[in-house]
């Protein structure tokens, strides 16, 4: 009974009520938002140049340009200066795309500003396993980079020519080849797969899962496949849509194949065994998004740059930062946003968060959490909450829902690009309705 559709259901549908105010964005300034003065900061920055635009993918993308390319990373790095002159700084650094090394010479660049800059300790950069050559990796470990992820999607050659990555981005044994290749060149080197793609089977799915064990990679996130209203249409024609009822049985295949060699760091990223976890974006009190259709999240707001490139630089070149649009989050809004996150990396700690939020967190949140502990997804101890393995699949679920409400909301922010050209990103979307993405 507790496995039941009904219980994903119910969940997915009160998850999606309880956070419906996440995205209810307004207008913003645009000037650099003051530093906060205590916590520790993560920088993000969002390169949207890819060589193919796969017809799944809601991420903020453009086709790669040399010359549009070289002109933002310059961008870029200006508005990476003006949030250290504003007093910013920041642990470590998340590089993200988009394809980030579309531009090698370009990316070491800015990694090498933001080291001198802000001294960080982590660096984190995305790939496509065509980048993964000696010509971009050695620059890339020489500049500092921490964590390498490369994004494979699968190993089934027809999967990926359904996904139009076969041709550019290699086939299975290539990717493999290419991740052996690279493997202990950086201390993490993380592997993303899709799970639950239309054409998937399990057995196709648990091959996948045995060469992530085999092959050197010391993580892999593993993603179900997610979609936004643009993205389904495009994916309904080259690679039909996911069908949810199967999306247990992939998780469920996740997770006891992959044990006891990987051990679950979140509800979808498993770490090797005996590799020193990585300190997370998400551990961090708040974060900075740089650069075109990025994200950041500040004493308690969220702010969106803007989706235009050409507007970017613009603003950059004004004085501003990309900064289109701001939502400061209620409360309880805050609260559930922490305990989402918090959850969703597998443990919220009582002190965490007496410390961040008063006594008030478990009077307001009082009823989630006996829901969770009443459903066997999280177990209490006298530390705080512990997610289990049955509490895993729902948090990916919920996970899933929240980035798909963040797609939608992508798309509506291009399609307000492309309707008004000479836009000034005002915005003007709704807030994001739940509903319209519950499957
Ligand atoms: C922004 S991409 C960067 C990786 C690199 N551009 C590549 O594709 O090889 C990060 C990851 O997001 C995941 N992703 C993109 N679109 C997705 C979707 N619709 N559903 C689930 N995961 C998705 C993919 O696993 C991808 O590797
Ligand atoms: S999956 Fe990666 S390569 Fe494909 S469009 Fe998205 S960001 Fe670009």
């Not at 065509?130 to 470990?141: A, G, Q, S, T």
């Not at 613009?314 to 990309?322: D, K, Y």
């Not at 798309?411 to 979307?429: G, I, N, P, W």
């Amino acid at each position: 009974m507790l496995n039941s559709p009904f219980i994903d259901a119910f969940l997915l549908r009160a998850f999606r009520f309880r956070t419906r105010g996440f995205l209810r964005m307004e207008d913003a300034p645009g000037t650099v938002p003051p530093a906060p003065r205590e916590g520790t900061g993560y920088l993000y920055l969002h390169v949207p140049f890819c060589e193919v635009l796969c017809p799944f993918c809601s991420f903020h993308r453009v086709q790669h340009h040399h010359g549009q390319a070289q002109r933002y990373f310059a961008s870029l790095r200006e508005e990476i200066r003006r949030y250290h002159g504003a007093g910013y700084r920041f642990t470590g650094v998340y590089i993200g795309g988009g394809t980030p090394t579309t531009e090698p010479g370009e990316l070491v660049t800015t990694i090498a500003l933001v080291r001198e800059l802000f001294g960080v300790r982590d660096i984190s950069v995305e790939t496509n396993p065509k980048d993964l050559r000696p010509e971009i990796l050695e620059p890339l470990r020489a500049a500092g980079v921490t964590r390498l992820s490369v994004g494979v999607q699968s190993f089934d050659d027809q999967l990926l020519k359904e996904m139009d990555r076969f041709e550019k981005y290699g086939g299975s044994a290539e990717i493999q080849a290419a991740i052996r290749g690279a493997a202990g060149l950086f201390p993490t080197l993380n592997l993303d797969l899709i799970f639950n793609q239309p054409h998937q089977t399990l057995a196709s799915f648990e091959r996948d899962l045995a060469l992530v064990r085999e092959l050197g990679a010391n993580q892999v996130s593993f993603y179900p496949l997610m979609t936004s209203p643009t993205a389904a249409r495009r994916m309904a024609g080259a690679m039909g849509l996911p069908d949810q009822r199967r999306l247990r049985e992939f998780f469920s295949a996740i997770v006891t194949r992959l044990q006891p060699e990987f051990t679950p760091t979140s509800a979808w990223c498993f770490t090797r065994r005996g590799h020193g976890s990585d300190e997370y974006i998400a551990d961090a009190d708040y974060y900075v998004g740089a650069g075109s259709g990025a994200f950041s999240f500040l004493d308690g707001t969220l702010y969106t740059t803007t989706f235009s490139l050409e507007t970017y630089a613009q603003r950059i070149a004004s004085g501003l930062t990309g900064i289109t649009t701001r939502h400061r989050l209620t409360e309880g809004d805050l609260m559930r946003y922490s305990l989402l996150m918090r959850m969703f990396g597998l443990r919220l700690d009582r002190d965490w968060a007496m410390r961040r939020h008063g006594p008030r967190f478990f009077r307001k949140l009082w009823g989630e959490l006996r829901t969770l502990e009443w459903l066997g997804a999280a177990r209490r101890d006298d530390r705080g909450w512990q997610l289990t393995e049955r509490g895993m699949y729902w948090l990916m679920l919920m996970m899933s829902a929240f980035f798909e409400s963040v797609n939608d909301y992508r798309d509506a922010m291009r399609a307000h690009v492309r309707k008004d050209q000479h836009e000034t990103d005002s915005l003007c979307v709704p807030a994001t309705d739940w509903s319209g993405v519950a499957k």
